[in-house]
């Protein structure tokens, strides 16, 4: 059996618990105060001591993240508890530190963001404005091709920190009942340009009208598997989209992968060297994927032969 002491060289503390009172814990918990037969209010007090308390005497397990102040430490440390009612263990994990380098990173991602948009936005006004103004048929052309380069910096900078949110575990997804349907016109109506002027015939086959997800976690993924299959496909050929209570599928018959580039694809601005001849893109799609997958408790699978077709498959559960 599993003893209090064999955890003595974890980080969390761990602490085993009689009703309110500590029966033992390891050596991180001791540190925070956690001793033999003190009751757990003279070890910390928080605002959600009432809570905390009522949990443990009812026997209910809970997990939350809060402000702890520990009169042994004499310090207020950010942790997360969890109580196992079967066990009756407490454990404690310090995220003070964590989050602290958390929110820096957010900082900083979010100044170096907002500092980028807004010359962006002042340059994409000037070539607005000279594009109205030109009439030279190759200088308008210089221009579009500067718009288009404008915009897909754009696109890079939301995509990143949108990545750098997920990763840093600071998007908070809210969990509800989704109509699966409206997500998907929504995606097929962004696509829509991209899937005609390919003309890529989208079939649907959709066994489930609700799914319990995040709404724009289910859209995110989606719209980027679905944007690959018609990126990567021959003009004209078929793009088939499954929906089930289990998994979602989106399947092509474009290029295909190649099988030394499989290994790279989910890396952070990874193009596969045919992908990069065949259309636009920042190689962030299948990143944000896996980590809004990661995230949601999702598996991501791949099949894929070079010039036949790829599939992706995504497990809910
Ligand atoms: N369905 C697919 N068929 C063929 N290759 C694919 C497919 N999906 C992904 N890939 C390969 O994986 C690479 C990474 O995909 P990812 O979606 O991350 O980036 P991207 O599509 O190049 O750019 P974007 O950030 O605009 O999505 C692609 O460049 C391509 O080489
Ligand atoms: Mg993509």
């Keep these: 059996m599993l003893e209090i002491e064999d955890l003595n060289s974890i980080k969390e503390a761990v602490v085993k618990l009689n ?16 001793r033999e037969n003190k009751g757990l209010l003279s070890v910390f007090t928080c605002r959600e001591m009432e809570v905390i308390v009522g949990n443990i005497q009812e026997g209910r397990d809970f997990s939350l993240e809060t402000d702890i102040y520990f009169f042994e430490l004499q310090a207020k440390r950010t942790v997360s508890l969890h109580f196992h009612s079967k066990k009756g263990f407490l454990i404690v994990h310090d995220v003070t530190e964590e989050k602290k380098l958390n929110e820096a990173k957010l900082d900083f991602i979010t100044s170096v963001s907002h500092e ?8 994409k006004m000037n070539v607005y404005l000279l594009k109205d103004l030109e009439k030279d048929p190759e200088k308008l052309q210089i221009l579009e091709k500067i718009e288009r380069s404008l915009d897909r910096m754009e696109t890079v900078i ?29 995606v097929l109506e962004d696509l829509r340009e991209k899937i005609d002027s390919r003309k890529i015939n989208v079939k649907l086959s959709v066994s489930v009208d609700m799914l319990e997800t995040d709404r724009f976690v289910f859209y995110t993924i989606l719209k980027n598997l679905l944007s690959n299959a018609v ?40 193009r596969g060297s045919e992908a990069l ?3 636009p893109g920042s190689g962030l799609g299948l990143s944000i994927v896996k980590h809004l997958c990661e995230m949601m408790g999702y598996k991501i699978e791949f099949r894929s032969q070079w010039l036949l077709g790829s599939e992706f498959i995504v497990w809910f559960r």
């Design 19 to 34: 009703g309110l009172k500590v029966v033992t814990s390891n050596r991180v918990g001791k540190k925070y105060g956690f």
């Design 231 to 270: 990126k990567y496909s021959y003009p004209e050929s078929e793009v088939e989209i499954f929906v089930s209570r289990e998994k979602l599928t989106v399947k092509d018959q474009g290029i295909g992968i190649k099988e030394e580039e499989k290994e790279r694809i989910f890396e952070r601005f990874y």
């Design 158 to 186: 939301r995509q990143s920190k949108f990545l750098a949110m997920v990763q840093l575990g600071l998007y908070d997804f809210k969990m509800e009942q989704v109509k699966v349907k409206e997500i998907l016109d929504k």
């Design 277 to 279: 001849k065949m259309a």
């Design 116 to 123: 980028l948009f807004t010359p962006l936005s002042a340059s």
